[in-house]
């Protein structure tokens, strides 16, 4: 499944990132099965999840390393990289289609722009 988005719908997701707080934490383990696992696992709840990355990661301490540790989760996770400020970065994956109009995850979800 590769998503593509557009300028604005990338401005329009980090503007609804910027009010949340990190759900996870990528500290010296770097990126391990563990984090990936809870990373896809929490798509099933939400669309857009915010990660921090700690000083303490091991090899990654330049700009580009931090933005390969996103492009390495967005991949495994099956989610879009949306962008990475400094050390937070921010991934959304849409929620699959439902049939259940009745659904609140369906009721819930991102209407990106156009």
């Given at each position: 499944?590769?998503?593509?988005?557009?300028?604005?719908?990338?401005?329009?997701?980090?503007?609804?990132?910027?009010?949340?707080?990190?759900?996870?934490?990528?500290?010296?383990?770097?990126?391990?099965?563990?984090?990936?696992?809870?990373?896809?696992?929490?798509?099933?709840?939400?669309?857009i999840i915010k990660v921090n990355i700690l000083k303490s990661t091991a090899d990654e301490q330049d700009a580009e390393g931090l933005k390969n540790i996103g492009e390495i989760?967005?991949?495994?996770?099956?989610?879009?990289?949306?962008?990475?400020?400094?050390?937070?970065?921010?991934?959304?994956?849409?929620?699959?289609?439902?049939?259940?109009?009745?659904?609140?995850?369906?009721?819930?979800?991102?209407?990106?722009?156009?």
């Amino acid at each position: 499944m590769s998503i593509t988005l557009t300028s604005k719908q990338r401005a329009y997701l980090k503007g609804l990132a910027s009010n949340e707080k990190p759900l996870f934490s990528i500290g010296k383990s770097n990126l391990t099965p563990e984090i990936t696992n809870a990373v896809a696992e929490a798509f099933a709840n939400r669309e857009i999840i915010k990660v921090n990355i700690l000083k303490s990661t091991a090899d990654e301490q330049d700009a580009e390393g931090l933005k390969n540790i996103g492009e390495i989760l967005a991949e495994r996770t099956g989610a879009v990289l949306v962008c990475n400020i400094g050390r937070k970065l921010v991934l959304y994956k849409p929620f699959k289609e439902s049939k259940d109009k009745k659904d609140k995850k369906y009721a819930n979800r991102i209407i990106l722009p156009k």
